[in-house]
């Protein structure tokens, strides 16, 4: 009668581990969820933004330059920006 009494102890004991790693487990679950909802919003958010920027720079590389050749510097610099810019998006979603 004693063996069966350990066992039976034994087996609430594990049976009590397991609900414990159970609990974690779901916690880690529902964190990864939430962690992975935050990235997707984060990621249509930066295509959203590429998809500005590079309507921007379409815009920008049609434009015809003013007379003269100040103007068209401004210009390039400000595609070179954007296009610097629409790298970063692109490397945070390859993240």
């Avoid at 063996?3 to 529902?30: M, P």
């Avoid at 590429?50 to 434009?63: H, P, S, W």
């Avoid at 510097?73 to 610097?84: A, P, S, W």
Wanted: charged residues 35%; contains cysteine; aromatic residues 0%.
């Amino acid at each position: 009668m004693e063996g069966l009494q350990e066992r039976i102890v034994s087996a609430r004991a594990g049976l009590k581990l397991l609900k414990e790693e159970q609990t974690r487990a779901n916690a880690t679950i529902a964190s990864l969820e939430a962690s992975m909802q935050n990235q997707s919003r984060e990621a249509e958010v930066l295509r959203a933004r590429i998809k500005e920027l590079e309507q921007e720079n379409g815009v920008l590389r049609t434009a015809k330059a003013p007379e003269g050749e100040t103007g068209r510097e401004g210009k390039k610099e400000k595609i070179d920006e954007l296009v610097q810019e629409i790298d970063r998006c692109l490397a945070l979603l390859n993240n």
